[in-house]
């Protein structure tokens, strides 16, 4: 099994892109950032309403640090000739948590599926060619709690990672969350240890 990455390339900003046509159909690429497939999905509806008179909108989305959470849909195109080449060009730009919505309108003249592929692959490809990336560093959440005696030596461990207590409580002990680079966990949570004499503790957040 590959170790998890610890970072991984996005867009920095939503695009379009419209090729010239092919045997009179349009083919308008949009392509954005998403996080989650919520995300994804209320931008493929956003895009079926700047484009409500269009025939087609076929989407694919690829999600999570390793790509590893993707969708396509033919949206009434014959199967497997809009979405998988979507998809394909995402997962060939090396790029995740993208969504990609490729916008038809018909010019009168059927394409067969090669020519649906080509097109609505090569439209969702030369968008991702134009788009500005990103690298995105993969973080792990962390709660840590630590007594009220040890707060300067864990602000002082925060400060020299450049690192915000987030979501702080005080109790019988304070406690607070931080995220920091999934490859640096390990070491941070030594320097918190090593700080307070092992008093300070931490364990990941699960997620809901």
Not at 25 to 30: E, Q, T, V, Y
Not at 114 to 140: I, S, T
């Amino acid at each position: 099994m590959s170790a998890a990455p610890d970072r991984f390339t996005t867009l920095a900003a939503g695009s379009r892109y419209e090729p010239d046509k092919i045997k009179g159909s349009r083919f308008i690429a949009c392509v954005a950032p998403a996080a989650t497939p919520d995300e994804a999905a209320s931008f493929v509806q956003s895009v079926r309403e700047d484009f409500s008179d269009a025939r087609h909108v076929c989407f694919a989305w690829r999600l999570g640090a390793a790509g590893d959470e993707t969708r396509s849909n033919d949206d009434g195109e014959p199967s497997g000739s809009a979405g998988r080449p979507i998809l394909m060009q995402i997962e060939g730009h090396e790029v995740s948590n993208v969504v990609a919505a490729v916008v038809r309108y018909f010019g009168g003249v059927k394409l067969g599926v090669g020519g649906l592929m080509r097109a609505y692959g090569g439209a969702a490809g030369q968008a991702l060619d134009r788009a500005e990336l990103l690298q995105v560093e993969v973080e792990v959440g962390l709660r840590c709690v630590h007594p009220y005696g040890d707060s300067g030596a864990v602000q002082g461990v925060l400060a020299a990672w450049g690192l915000t207590a987030q979501d702080e409580e005080y109790g019988e002990a304070v406690s607070f969350s931080v995220y920091v680079g999934i490859r640096a966990a390990a070491a941070f949570e030594t320097a918190l240890r090593d700080a307070t004499a092992a008093r300070a503790r931490s364990e990941p957040i699960k997620e809901a």
